[in-house]
């Protein structure tokens, strides 16, 4: 595989101000694709793009919310129009919330949590779909996590309902965009050892997790970024509607 496989590609990458959308973008970046990287937070967003193009890429922020329509749209049509064209769509972003169980869970909460991790996917493929369509070419990964796959405890529930729903709504976007040469696809992550992955966690939560898992380890963010730029390459055209487990084989039967 060429080290700039992606030359001339364009791609936006959500949350790719830290963790895993920041190690997609910079691998992204480096094998020659053009990145736009979407986040809320201003100053990661033009850290992690400044350090992109100072070792040579390109890439630009772009401070957006992605759950408001409007915003997402223009968003997405400004990153198109840098080279014409639309190639890649990673949506990394979205929250993780404080556990808190189903009959506790205030409205506001998992209104919140669905609309960062659900709503906001549905708004990027709304937005994102008709401009690659008009190339006939593009590739959408989204990120969900084990919590859709094992509806293990201690998961939110608001968090495991909208990640199960990205899982669904994959399936759904791979279906109907495949004739036009789209892969729609995501990636499950285990427990992630960064910032937005140990949120809300114990010290004791994250030896549980290190001791129980078949790898006794926590997942690296490159880790699952390798395995999302996958999903974005010419190598994957025949991979969609896929969910690829990246967890340690923390979800396999017993």
Known sequence: MSNKDFEGQNAIVTGGATGIGESTARILAD??????????????????????????????????????WEATDNAVKKAKSREKRLDIVVHSAGGFPKYVSLLD???????GILDSNLKSMFYLLKAAAPLMIENKYGRFVSLSSMAARSG????????????????????QAALELGKYNITVNAVAPANVNSPRGLANRTEDRIAHIESTSPMRRLC?????????VFLCSKEAGYVTGATLDVNGGATMAP
């Open 152 to 171: 293990t405890n201690p998961n939110p529930p608001h968090y495991t309902a909208a990640k199960g729903g990205v899982l669904a709504l994959t399936r």
């Open 220 to 228: 690296e963010p490159d880790e699952i970024a390798s395995a999302v």
């Open 31 to 68: 094998r020659g694709a053009t990145v736009t990287i979407f986040d809320i937070n201003q100053e990661g967003a033009e850290r992690v793009s400044s350090s992109i193009n100072e070792n040579g890429g390109k890439a630009f922020p772009s401070i957006t919310d992605l759950t408001n």
């Open 105 to 111: 869970c205030p409205i506001e909460t998992w209104e």
